[in-house]
Protein backbone atom coordinates (compact mmCIF):
# COMPACT_ATOMS: atom_id res chain seq x y z
CA UNK A 1 0.00 0.00 0.00
CA UNK A 2 2.72 2.20 1.20
CA UNK A 3 4.44 1.93 -2.67
CA UNK A 4 1.17 3.46 -3.95
CA UNK A 5 1.12 6.70 -1.80
CA UNK A 6 5.16 6.81 -2.78
CA UNK A 7 4.68 7.06 -6.23
CA UNK A 8 1.60 9.39 -5.79
CA UNK A 9 4.07 11.50 -3.56
CA UNK A 10 6.89 11.49 -6.23
CA UNK A 11 4.23 12.79 -8.93
CA UNK A 12 2.65 15.33 -6.90
CA UNK A 13 5.51 17.17 -4.96
CA UNK A 14 8.65 15.88 -7.21
CA UNK A 15 10.39 17.29 -9.58
CA UNK A 16 14.16 18.58 -10.52
CA UNK A 17 13.73 21.55 -12.03
CA UNK A 18 10.91 24.05 -12.40
CA UNK A 19 9.93 28.05 -12.55
CA UNK A 20 7.03 29.47 -10.98
CA UNK A 21 4.89 29.85 -13.72
CA UNK A 22 5.16 26.54 -14.92
CA UNK A 23 2.39 25.70 -12.27
CA UNK A 24 -0.51 25.07 -14.65
CA UNK A 25 1.37 23.14 -17.30
CA UNK A 26 2.87 21.21 -14.95
CA UNK A 27 -0.11 20.50 -13.04
CA UNK A 28 -2.05 19.51 -15.93
CA UNK A 29 0.77 17.40 -17.33
CA UNK A 30 0.61 15.23 -13.97
CA UNK A 31 -3.24 14.85 -13.48
CA UNK A 32 -2.93 16.79 -10.08
CA UNK A 33 -6.65 17.19 -8.51
CA UNK A 34 -8.08 17.02 -5.36
CA UNK A 35 -8.55 13.34 -4.13
CA UNK A 36 -11.42 11.67 -6.29
CA UNK A 37 -12.57 14.15 -7.59
CA UNK A 38 -12.38 16.54 -11.06
CA UNK A 39 -11.66 19.69 -8.59
CA UNK A 40 -8.57 21.75 -9.17
CA UNK A 41 -5.98 21.42 -5.89
CA UNK A 42 -6.25 24.34 -4.33
CA UNK A 43 -2.55 24.18 -3.55
CA UNK A 44 -0.08 21.89 -4.31
CA UNK A 45 3.75 22.21 -3.56
CA UNK A 46 6.94 20.97 -5.53
CA UNK A 47 10.26 20.15 -4.21
CA UNK A 48 13.09 20.87 -6.93
CA UNK A 49 14.88 17.66 -5.85
CA UNK A 50 15.12 14.18 -6.82
CA UNK A 51 14.44 11.21 -4.57
CA UNK A 52 18.00 10.12 -3.63
CA UNK A 53 17.85 13.47 -2.09
CA UNK A 54 13.92 13.66 -0.62
CA UNK A 55 13.80 10.00 0.92
CA UNK A 56 16.65 10.22 3.23
CA UNK A 57 14.14 13.04 5.17
CA UNK A 58 12.60 9.32 6.64
CA UNK A 59 15.56 8.48 7.53
CA UNK A 60 18.71 10.95 8.91
CA UNK A 61 18.28 13.64 6.87
CA UNK A 62 14.75 14.04 8.80
CA UNK A 63 13.95 14.90 12.70
CA UNK A 64 10.78 14.75 14.30
CA UNK A 65 7.97 16.98 13.67
CA UNK A 66 4.78 15.63 15.85
CA UNK A 67 3.82 12.55 14.10
CA UNK A 68 5.58 14.23 11.01
CA UNK A 69 9.23 14.51 9.63
CA UNK A 70 10.73 17.86 9.03
CA UNK A 71 13.64 18.02 6.72
CA UNK A 72 17.22 19.33 8.23
CA UNK A 73 18.10 21.28 5.68
CA UNK A 74 15.98 23.50 3.62
CA UNK A 75 14.80 22.64 -0.18
CA UNK A 76 13.61 24.48 -3.04
CA UNK A 77 10.38 24.68 -3.74
CA UNK A 78 7.58 26.22 -5.83
CA UNK A 79 3.86 27.05 -4.23
CA UNK A 80 1.04 26.64 -6.91
CA UNK A 81 -2.33 28.08 -5.35
CA UNK A 82 -5.12 28.08 -7.18
CA UNK A 83 -6.16 31.96 -8.44
CA UNK A 84 -9.92 30.32 -9.74
CA UNK A 85 -11.22 28.98 -7.14
CA UNK A 86 -13.75 25.90 -7.52
CA UNK A 87 -12.42 25.66 -10.93
CA UNK A 88 -12.54 21.77 -12.82
CA UNK A 89 -9.85 20.25 -14.47
CA UNK A 90 -8.66 21.20 -17.22
CA UNK A 91 -9.48 25.01 -16.20
CA UNK A 92 -7.21 24.96 -13.39
CA UNK A 93 -5.31 27.90 -13.10
CA UNK A 94 -2.41 28.80 -10.75
CA UNK A 95 -0.11 31.57 -9.18
CA UNK A 96 3.03 30.10 -8.27
CA UNK A 97 5.75 31.20 -5.74
CA UNK A 98 9.58 30.34 -5.41
CA UNK A 99 11.08 29.77 -1.72
CA UNK A 100 13.19 28.01 0.46
CA UNK A 101 12.01 26.46 3.19
CA UNK A 102 12.36 23.31 5.28
CA UNK A 103 9.83 20.40 4.15
CA UNK A 104 7.78 18.65 6.58
CA UNK A 105 5.94 15.19 4.98
CA UNK A 106 4.89 11.71 6.51
CA UNK A 107 6.81 9.02 6.26
CA UNK A 108 5.74 4.99 5.63
CA UNK A 109 7.76 2.52 5.90
CA UNK A 110 11.34 4.74 5.22
CA UNK A 111 9.33 6.34 2.44
CA UNK A 112 7.69 9.80 1.69
CA UNK A 113 4.20 9.32 1.11
CA UNK A 114 2.76 12.16 2.53
CA UNK A 115 3.46 16.38 2.14
CA UNK A 116 2.18 17.95 4.94
CA UNK A 117 3.49 21.70 4.65
CA UNK A 118 6.61 23.89 4.78
CA UNK A 119 8.64 26.53 7.31
CA UNK A 120 9.92 28.99 5.56
CA UNK A 121 13.80 29.15 5.76
CA UNK A 122 15.09 32.80 6.67
CA UNK A 123 18.70 33.56 6.14
Do not use: W
Not at 19 to 33: A, E, F, H, P
Not at 63 to 80: A, E, K, L, Q, Y
Not at 96 to 120: L, N, R, S, W
Request: proline fraction near 4%; include cysteine.
Amino acid sequence: MHFFRYRKFINQHLIGQMSSNRCDTVIQQRGITETNSNMCKGRNTFILASTNVVTPICGRAGTPHGDMTRSTTPFHIIVCTLKNQGARRPHCQYRGQAHTAYVIIKCEQGHPVHFDGDIMYVN
